[in-house]
């Protein structure tokens, strides 16, 4: 098929710079084009890397690998294997603007005559500046090449010419071929806007020193030499004198002109000298009227001050008055009602003592004797004769006749919240659930897979029983027993054989550890998808209803997990782990999909199923190769309890140590997801075992702006500002102080200490309090990344902004939080949950090395939001969305407003526990209790209600389901305990 350009890029061991030249095409308006690499026999391990590496991502370039020919045998190969009607010759080391080949392409098909376009360059690396290239004269071209490296020709007039020379192996054959050009009637032309960029380094063509250069012109001349004639050369040389006599003239005129230009200059200054001496006057004139009028106003003020002060004075003194004898009146009133009481007290006293009434209380217990109680109280009674004798029977005996039946009730069982939660909960309505299940459109096989080995069978039998009980009937189990050397366990497996057609057993010879066992129940499988079940847990019989249920209503997915628990030895539930929905960020910190997870066996047969040497951790190196296969949107978790993970003792439900193989198998499995997918870091431990930390690398050396928006309070600015300048590791930062109406004196000495230091900037917002407009004011002077950050902060951790940073650089992240604590090393804040309220802080106030639920405190984790107490995001991205909101958020909810609207632009919301600051919170502007306004401050309550308004109306879907926040836990509190409510 042809095309209309064709980018020519020769490469010899320039492979750190070639990616760049490769990608300033594809950044191209004009998308009619091909791209072919010519390997001019590369030795560079780094170049091999990097073609390999083009070559796997864009098949659509074309990379010919060659023996090392030379720059000029590259550039013809390349030209012969276009496809293109012109062709653009880049080198590896420079890039082109986005819309070059647009433009010039649109000229030269103006013009047939036209052989050639060239733009001004760009130079950059070594030296920055741009070079304005002087417009296309043959003669001019012969005399010396201006047109450098890159220009967009025809392919014909290549042809015509016969190529580049590959005989000139010094260079400047690009220029020896623009001659050839002009030679043959082809004309050039120039488009004035820099669009070429080129690279300046010590390997630069255009740096070939005079020598070098002189030996390959007169070679050029040697073979051009119909075209440089004495006649010719004569002529260029009278041309450039009058040229260089013109510029003389012009020159000195100049000069002239700069002279009287600087003599007026001159009096323009003295003049505009006397007129500042004079407006000084009248200024220090003015000023000590101002003053003057100051004192009288202030004095105006004090005194009405202490007018009104003396009327407030009078005024409660009266009601101070009224106040003591309304409470006199009380008193009085209580005292004859205490007097009523205490008559009453000694009536009932002499009433409840008489033998009258105790006879009749003893009677009124023998009267509620029924025979239904006797016998109940005989059971009871004989039960304490045998156990404790005559006389506790006796004893018991007596006290049933003065104090009645209950007195050997039982007592009540009392139920934890999390048996309340299911009895709340988990009351199925079995008929209903069949006809739904009767009514499904879809209904796939799910094969359960089953790994056995030396399982106690009363453990086993209940393992089978629970996928026996399953609402929805179309299963297969599909058990693997891996060489068990128990005999019981062999009996138990035979005997569930032959019960169940959907049972399917394969023995195995041999021990393969889970893994192996693993993959061998996976050859038994049929089904569209695979669930995994260990040999001694349960599954919830709505297990596989639940699943099915969302494959009807969402048939794409291909990865589905749930809720899970522990089972006790004795049966009892206990400790739920209530999940997000995905969270990637987090599962890069915990496996936290574990169980019940549900895969399609599609992707699971792509993958290889599962790998030996990760055992312990086979199902997270599983899932972490599952996931690079399938899209974030196709997968779903169902936010209820489907598995029940039996601790037994010894076994990763009851304890996981940092020592553990299946430790070492997670990390194993995490460093080969980051090499994977190009991810620059390394593995770490996380704060407490099964917890990981993926550290990433900061790619290069971006600068931070840190705003810091304050009013007064100098000292604590002072102690924020300090502790950065101390503690911070990572130098490539400025602060950026925005003063909003300060008036205290040491404020503004404070700012006269600081502001010659080079990484802090000072600005002025003279306008009223407004969060979201001082910040995006602020934004306006930052760099590329911008951290916003309160006065009211205090830094911990010296690494907190490389361990902020290192989120931030990543493409699909768009805001980062940090972990805050309030001064007394409780929690202030690790993340914010929608629907606590409008938003809350989880976990707040739990001590600061609380690991939290399931580890949640201290994991890498994504979240619809985090405070802008703390929050470091991109200046584009901040710009795009529209930065804060000024109008309808002014003061409270901007930053979760700000990061609701980062997640509805497809970018995500990190929190990491590894940047740690104190957050002297409400020191800066106070509370918005909303009691404590009603009355106080009116027009602040009104503003409050307006923001809650706002949020609630705009970010409802949030408010109601935050995906990162279980529909199982809390709506009133933020310690993530158990929703009774």
Not at 552 to 572: C, F, Q, R, V, W
Not at 923 to 944: H, I, M, Q, T, W
């Amino acid at each position: 098929m042809k095309i209309s350009v064709s980018i020519i890029i020769p490469c010899y061991n320039y492979g750190k710079y070639i990616e760049e030249a490769v990608e300033s095409v594809l950044k191209q308006t004009f998308r009619d084009f091909e791209i072919i690499i010519v390997n001019d026999g590369s030795t560079d391990e780094t170049t091999l890397k990097v073609l390999k590496k083009i070559k796997k991502n864009y098949p659509e370039i074309t990379v010919i690998d060659q023996k090392n020919g030379g720059l000029a045998n590259a550039r013809n190969n390349g030209i012969k294997a276009a496809r293109g009607e012109f062709i653009l010759p880049l080198d590896a080391d420079d890039t082109i603007e986005p819309t070059m080949l647009e433009k010039c392409h649109n000229e030269i098909i103006k013009d047939e005559k036209l052989g050639n376009v060239y733009t001004y360059v760009r130079f950059f690396g070594d030296e920055n500046r741009i070079w304005e290239i002087p417009e296309y004269n043959f003669y001019e071209l012969i005399w010396g090449n201006y047109i450098v490296a890159t220009n967009l020709f025809r392919k014909k007039a290549w042809e015509e010419v016969g190529g580049y020379d590959e005989n000139m192996k010094n260079g400047y054959e690009d220029w020896e071929f623009l001659i050839r050009l002009g030679e043959h009637g082809w004309q050039g032309k120039l488009i004035k806007e820099p669009l070429f960029n080129y690279r300046k380094h010590g390997k630069s063509m255009i740096d070939d020193t005079n020598k070098k250069a002189e030996s390959i012109i007169r070679g050029i001349r040697e073979k051009n030499s119909k075209i440089y004639t004495d006649e010719k050369i004569l002529e260029m040389q009278r041309l450039r004198l009058l040229i260089d006599n013109e510029k003389f003239i012009i020159q000195q005129k100049e000069i002239a002109i700069q002279q009287k230009d600087h003599e007026l200059q001159q009096r323009d200054a003295a003049i505009q000298q006397k007129d500042h001496e004079l407006q000084q006057r009248d200024a220090a004139i003015q000023q000590k009227d101002h003053e003057l009028q100051q004192r009288d106003a202030a004095i105006q003020q004090k005194d009405q001050e202490v007018q009104n002060k003396n009327q407030e004075l009078q005024q409660k003194d009266q009601e101070i008055q009224v106040k003591i004898q309304e409470l006199q009146q009380k008193d009085q009133e209580l005292l004859d009602f205490s007097n009523i009481i205490q008559q009453r007290d000694r009536e009932i006293n002499f009433i409840t003592s008489s033998k009258f009434w105790k006879l009749r209380n003893r009677y009124v217990k023998l009267k509620g004797l029924k025979f239904s109680y006797f016998v109940e109280i005989f059971k009871k009674s004989m039960g304490v004769l045998k156990r404790d004798g005559i006389f506790v029977f006796i004893k018991y005996l007596l006290g049933y006749i003065l104090h009645g039946r209950e007195y050997f009730q039982r007592e009540m069982v009392m139920l934890s919240d999390y048996q309340r939660w299911i009895q709340k909960n988990e009351n199925h309505d079995i008929d209903a659930i069949k006809k739904e299940i009767e009514e499904f459109a879809y209904k796939p096989k799910i094969s359960i897979i089953t790994p056995v080995y030396n399982v106690d069978p009363k453990w086993l039998d209940k393992c089978i029983e629970s996928v026996k009980n399953q609402f929805y009937e179309n299963w297969e189990l599909c058990l693997h027993d891996d060489a068990s050397t128990k005999k019981g366990t062999i009996d138990c497996l035979k005997k569930w054989g032959k019960a169940d057609k959907r049972i399917k057993i394969s023995f195995g010879k041999e021990n393969q550890h889970i893994s192996g066992a693993s993959n061998e129940a996976l050859k038994l499988a049929t089904g569209e998808f695979i669930a995994l079940l260990d040999n001694d847990d349960e599954l919830s019989p709505n297990a596989l209803y639940e699943n099915v249920k969302v494959l009807n209503n969402h048939p794409e997915a291909n990865l589905i997990y749930s809720d899970e628990d522990k089972l006790e030895m004795d049966g009892t539930r206990s400790d739920p782990f209530f999940k997000p929905n995905w969270s990637l960020d987090l599962f890069l910190s915990m496996n936290y999909i574990c169980h019940l997870g549900v895969y399609r066996k599609k992707i699971i047969d792509e993958i290889g199923g599962f790998r030996k040497s990760y055992e312990g951790s086979q199902d997270y190196d599983l899932i972490l190769r599952f996931i690079e296969k399938t899209k974030p949107e196709r997968i779903f978790h169902i936010p209820k309890v489907l598995y029940h993970w039996r601790k037994i003792p010894g076994s990763t439900a009851d304890k996981f140590d940092y020592k553990n193989y299946a430790n070492d198998a997670a990390k194993k499995a995490l460093a080969e997801y980051l090499e994977r997918n190009n991810i620059k870091g390394k593995v770490l431990d996380g704060v407490a075992p099964g917890l990981y930390r993926i550290k990433r690398e900061i790619i290069g050396n971006p600068k931070v702006s840190i705003i810091i928006p304050f009013k007064d309070q100098a000292e604590i600015l002072e102690r924020c500002v300090d502790s950065i300048i101390r503690k911070t590791i990572y130098k490539n930062y400025e602060i950026i102080l925005v003063n909003n109406q300060s008036e205290e004196k040491n404020t503004f000495e404070y700012l006269d200490k600081i502001k010659t230091r080079k990484n802090i900037k000072i600005l002025n917002y003279d306008k009223p309090f407004n969060f979201s407009a001082i910040n995006n004011f602020a934004v306006k002077n930052a760099g590329e990344f911008i951290l916003f950050l309160n006065n009211d902060m205090e830094v911990i951790s010296d690494s907190w902004l490389c361990n902020m940073l290192e989120h931030i650089q990543r493409k699909e992240v768009g805001a980062v939080g940090a972990k805050l604590f309030y001064p007394n090393n409780t929690i202030q804040h690790a993340g914010v949950v929608m629907g606590l309220g409008i938003a809350g802080h989880p976990f707040k106030h739990l001590p600061s090395d609380t690991p939290g639920n399931f580890g949640l405190v201290a994991s890498i984790r994504n979240y619809c939001a985090v405070t802008g107490a703390c929050l470091l995001t991109k200046k584009e991205l901040f710009e795009k969305i529209g930065g804060f909101d000024e109008k309808n958020l002014p003061v409270a909810y901007n930053d979760v407003d700000l990061c609701l609207r980062i997640v509805e632009n497809g970018d995500s919301v990190v929190y990491t526990p590894y940047a740690e600051l104190y957050h002297y919170e409400s020191l800066s502007r106070g509370s918005d209790n909303e009691d404590e306004l009603k009355f106080k401050n009116p027009e602040k309550y009104a503003r409050v209600i307006s923001e809650r308004k706002y949020m609630d109306e705009r970010w409802k879907k949030y408010i109601d389901n935050d995906p990162y926040y279980s529909p199982n836990l809390t709506r009133t509190r933020e310690d993530f305990s158990f929703r009774l409510e």
